[in-house]
């Protein structure tokens, strides 16, 4: 039973939340059923980032542990760099920004659930979110009228995407923390068991 429920949340962890950066040699163009994002990071520590699906009335996420969400990750070293992603069409936030402080510290998160970004991306579109600036821990800056000409060129490394860029129509947004899906819980009911105090960026399970 053990390495059932193991083998359940490794399933459930890769499904739920990976990278979504595009080959080097990947095809697009307007037709695409899909989309691409470009975005400007910055920063001493290596980080990563979720962009989430949102629902703008309910003020909630369409995503959770299972879908819904597009990742990218930056190995840190002060360098600047363009992160190139594939994306469902639809409305999105950033919903947050994780990141090692420091050698064997544990994992920070940063939730932007007070104050975040939110767009909307269409099928065959490449849009430019602009740029996260993590200058040092618990410090994060944008710049969400960054340079649209060099973020073009960065789609230079990638032969087979044609298209032209615009930057994302960004809007200031919130949405609500609450609870999510127990790993154990749904491993041993798939009916579904909810976390009890533990409230997660972005959950929206609620008593």
């Known amino acids: 039973m053990k390495y059932f429920i193991l083998t359940m949340m490794t399933i459930f962890a890769l499904t739920g939340c990976t990278y979504s950066a595009i080959s080097k040699n ?16 910055s920063g001493e520590l290596a980080l990563e980032g979720w962009f989430a699906k949102y629902d703008s009335e309910t003020k909630k996420l369409k995503a959770n542990s299972f879908s819904g969400h597009e990742g990218f990750v930056h190995n840190g070293g002060g360098k600047f760099k363009f992160k190139v992603i594939s994306m469902d069409p639809g409305f ?3 919903k947050n920004i994780a990141f090692h402080p420091g050698w064997g510290a544990p994992k920070k998160n940063i939730c932007m659930s007070k ?7 269409k099928a ?3 849009l430019y979110f602009g740029d996260i600036l993590l200058k040092k821990p ?3 800056g944008f710049s969400v009228n960054g340079d649209s000409k060099k973020a073009m ?5 990638y032969p087979n995407v044609s298209g032209d860029l615009a930057n994302a129509d960004l809007k200031t947004v919130s ?7 127990a790993w154990l819980g749904f491993a041993a009911d798939p009916i579904g068991y909810i976390i009890k ?11």
């Open 26 to 41: 990947q095809s697009f163009d307007s037709s695409s059923p899909s989309a691409i994002l470009v975005i400007g990071v």
């Open 92 to 94: 999105y936030v950033l």
């Open 115 to 121: 104050q975040t970004y939110a767009f909307e991306i």
């Open 124 to 126: 065959g579109e490449i």
């Open 138 to 140: 618990d410090n994060l």
């Open 153 to 157: 060129a960065a789609l230079d490394q």
């Open 175 to 181: 949405f609500e923390n609450g609870e999510d899906i």
């Open 197 to 207: 105090d533990n409230s997660v960026c972005g959950g929206y399970y609620k008593d």
